[in-house]
């Protein structure tokens, strides 16, 4: 895939005391340049910590899981290799449903 490489544009602001102490609070929270939160905030993208980063890609993986789960699940009930009990089939429901749910209360 190709990489798109754009140029960057220096900038000059004035920005009041209290503005400029806001943007350097939220830059060193989340440890990354006063550029980073300025372009995430003029892109609309959500201002998100490390710790917050770190959650989205657990909840990625484990969904992943789920999701490869589910694909052998019905291959092999598509196949009739398969008796899947009630039981089985109610622990896979509800994996799903608590991690939509923790994606849910974090979003």
């Known amino acids: ?9 220096k900038l000059s602001v004035s920005l009041k005391n209290d503005e400029y102490h806001k943007l350097t609070l939220t830059a060193s929270s989340r440890e990354v340049p006063l550029s980073r ?6 892109n609309n993208r959500r ?3 490390d710790e917050d980063r770190k ?4 909840m990625r993986q484990d969904l992943s899981r789920v999701g490869a789960n589910l694909n052998q699940l ?6 009739g290799r398969l008796d899947i009990d009630a ?11 608590d ?9």
Do not use: G
């Open 74 to 79: 019905s291959h092999h009930l598509n196949a």
């Open 37 to 42: 939160v300025i372009s995430d905030a003029l």
């Open 87 to 97: 039981k089985d089939a109610t622990e896979v429901i509800k994996s799903v449903k």
């Open 47 to 49: 201002l998100i910590t």
């Open 1 to 9: 895939m190709a990489t798109i490489r754009t140029k960057s544009t």
């Open 55 to 58: 959650i989205l890609i657990q």
């Open 99 to 107: 991690t939509v749910s923790k994606i849910k209360e974090y979003l």
